[in-house]
């Protein structure tokens, strides 16, 4: 699906390839380069960028905004495998190799993403094996958090389950906060339900009762702040 085409003005200047950690090393000559490469696309929140089963076309960096990225399981339910959010990227797979999304990716408010074709970034690889090894580094990163989902779902209580989600998003999203740690949540208590593997009724219930006990207090239906940093560690 062809979207709107992003041109600079609505990236206000700003060179993609500075948002993104495992460019941020390069100098201004070799990200400009990066940046001659990009497509961008802006996505508004709800629309799909990548369908399950779809041909990807390269490296997608988020710009701006936040996508999560999940399957539909036997049953019939969404299961979220990650959140990604500015300077994260996906489709990297099909960088090496020729296959079909094994995900959809989802865009949680308005995005704004970077496109470089197979092609392009294979030929930059080549010049930059740099780059290259700093992928694999995000991507075993991105396997360690994925395994520890999967652990979480299996044998974590349902107190030991939303403790690590909250100080997931604590260490990707939070900010030092008169409170403790203010924390803008990206998934709604539904999505947080689907990402740890939990009914949304029993997140709701376990995040008022950690209200109650003061661990966490709970700013509008977005934002979580907390005093209590042990918790979150659980």
Do not use: W
């Not at 930059?124 to 994925?146: N, Q, V, W």
């Not at 209580?157 to 740690?181: C, D, M, P, T, W």
């Amino acid at each position: 699906m062809i979207k709107q085409i992003c041109n600079c003005e609505n990236c206000q200047h700003q060179l993609c390839a500075r948002r993104v950690p495992i460019f941020s090393t390069m100098d201004s000559g070799e990200q400009n380069r990066i940046v001659s490469l990009i497509i961008r696309r802006l996505y508004t929140k709800g629309e799909l960028i990548i369908l399950e089963g779809s041909n990807l076309e390269g490296l997608i960096i988020i710009n701006r905004g936040q996508v999560k990225v999940f399957r539909d399981t036997l049953e019939g339910r969404e299961q979220i495998l990650y959140i990604f959010s500015e300077g994260d990227f996906f489709g990297e797979k099909n960088l090496f190799r020729n296959e079909q999304a094994t995900y959809s990716v989802e865009a949680l408010e308005d995005t704004n993403i970077c496109m470089i074709k197979k092609s392009d970034f294979q030929k930059f690889l080549r010049e930059y094996p740099d780059i290259g090894i700093k992928i694999m580094e995000e991507l075993c990163s991105r396997l360690e958090r994925l395994e520890n989902t999967i652990e979480s779902m299996g044998v974590k209580n349902v107190e030991s389950r939303v403790g690590s989600v909250l100080f997931e998003f604590a260490e990707r999203y939070g900010k030092e906060h008169q409170r403790g740690i203010m924390i803008e949540l990206p998934l709604s208590r539904e999505g947080i339900a689907n990402y740890i593997g939990l009914a949304r009724e029993t997140v709701s219930r376990k995040m008022n009762l950690l209200q109650d006990e003061g661990i966490i207090e709970m700013i509008g239906n977005k934002s979580v702040s907390g005093n209590c940093s042990v918790y979150f560690k659980r």
